[in-house]
């Protein structure tokens, strides 16, 4: 007979009366294993914490969301954004899958380079390229989406001294009716600053726009706002034909769209709340098919979706270090792994699992990381079995932002993997050493010595 798992006795309020719509919780309920690999060898053999990257979910989200655009649109181009996870390897199988890059900084640029893109298959957005950065893309024929007045007269001066003639798109913000809006970035289009911009670089003849580009906001719960900028967008689209007879060759959507993550704060789950592709590809589709664009010239629709992507395709591996009492009565749990690798736990209520099977008794337990930081909190409130010490756990969606915005802040980053679509483990990002955070140092002679 096979020896049960000890679990220390708990004493638990009973709530009187039935479970509400949605049943009683299931929150804890085991994953043992990744894509058919076990979760306690890949810790065993890669240590703990440990990023898990899924190939074969990431390919199957990239031709889901093909899908329902190319079925509903003619003409349908993804770009991978690399802010959202810049892992060369991820970003290589996003590429082999037919995305393109999107970038936001010269180094994102050139990792898209070293990646082996086409520098035409480069979009360039973002508030901050420098003069080289603008140089370097007109001559790659990148393109380059203008964000202010500055980098376009910019632009216009570079152009003059180059052989190639920039290729350009100009983002625009605008008014979607979801607060607060986006105008941060980009040309307004309600106030007409957009069509000013349009009209000095149709003017100025030194520069070949293309396009139009927007980003209405993150994690957007409504595909409704992305037809009603896909309209307004089509509508410049329309006037510029109509004033300088310039066929506009792309619509850039940008990204934003939702994953299957909980917002802090919802009271619905975000696999309930969350639109899926086939929303925001309806949503946008049929308000270009609806324009008054000629339907013999229908635009290339450029898509930057980014965290809908990769995010189911990431899991975070654990272990619990330690259980205390709070002075308020309430159990914590001391993880191995804290919000300076998991940035998301700021946004997101994670979903955190045990690794092996537990009896149905649970706990309502606040999860806390090891920094020496009061706001080092996994999780406010979570409904978990009795964990201790050396048990593991299984947090997921955790594959966009967390391995581009994490931080080397009082422990060394993990190890990164890779399970490839035959089950292969591949490592690719090694863990970090003393040696890794040292090496861009230097100490002056007279602080060498320490008496």
């Not at 009603?228 to 967008?233: E, Q």
Request: aromatic share 10%; net charge neutral.
């Amino acid at each position: 007979m096979k020896k049960l798992n000890f679990e220390r006795p708990i004493i638990k309020k009973l709530n009187v009366g039935i479970s509400n719509k949605f049943g009683l919780k299931t929150e804890f309920e085991p994953i043992t294993h990744i894509d058919d690999i076990s979760v306690k060898d890949l810790i065993k053999d890669y240590g703990s914490p440990l990023f898990v990257i899924s190939e074969n979910t990431i390919r199957n989200t990239v031709q889901e969301a093909k899908r329902a655009f190319e079925t509903r649109y003619p003409k349908v181009q993804f770009a991978w954004s690399y802010k959202t996870n810049y892992l060369n390897a991820v970003c290589n199988v996003f590429h082999q899958e037919g995305s393109w890059a999107e970038v936001v900084s010269r180094f994102e640029y050139d990792k898209a380079l070293e990646n082996g893109m086409e520098g035409s298959k480069i979009i360039f957005n973002g508030p901050d390229k420098s003069e080289d950065d603008l140089i370097t893309a007109t001559n790659n024929g990148s393109l380059i989406h203008i964000d202010h007045f500055d980098e376009l007269y910019t632009l216009i001066e570079i152009a003059a001294n180059t052989e190639k003639k920039p290729k350009v798109a100009i983002r625009v913000n605008m008014d979607t009716g979801v607060y607060p809006t986006w105008d941060r970035f980009g040309f307004n289009y309600e106030n007409g600053e957009a069509w000013e911009a349009i009209n000095r670089i149709m003017l100025s003849k030194k520069l070949d726009m293309v396009g139009l580009h927007t980003h209405i906001g993150t994690f957007m719960l409504t595909a409704s706002a992305y037809e009603i900028a896909a309209t307004k967008l089509a509508d410049l689209a329309h006037n510029i034909k109509r004033k300088y007879g310039k066929t506009i060759s792309y619509i850039d959507m940008g990204g934003g769209f939702a994953s299957a993550n909980t917002l802090k704060g919802s009271y619905l789950m975000g696999s309930d709340t969350s639109p899926s592709f086939d929303d925001y590809a309806e949503a946008i589709s049929h308000a270009l098919i609806s324009s008054q664009l000629d339907p013999e010239e229908m635009p290339l629709l450029i898509l930057e979706t980014g965290r809908a992507l990769i995010d189911d395709a990431g899991s975070l591996l654990g272990t619990v270090i330690a259980n205390k009492k709070l002075s308020d009565g309430r159990r914590s749990t001391i993880m191995n792994f804290g919000v300076n690798i998991l940035f998301t736990a700021f946004w997101y209520e994670h979903q955190i699992n045990p690794t092996k099977e537990f009896s149905q008794h649970s706990e309502t337990t606040t999860l806390y990381g090891p920094l020496c930081m009061n706001i080092d909190q996994i999780r406010d409130s979570i409904s978990l079995p009795p964990l201790k010490r050396g048990d593991n756990v299984v947090v997921s969606r955790i594959g966009a932002y967390n391995m581009t915005q994490w931080m080397q802040f009082i422990t060394l980053r993990p190890k990164v993997v890779l399970i490839d679509i035959k089950g292969h483990v591949h490592v690719i990002r090694n863990n970090e050493t003393n040696k890794n955070v040292t090496m861009l140092e230097t100490v002056p002679n007279h602080l060498k010595k320490i008496k």
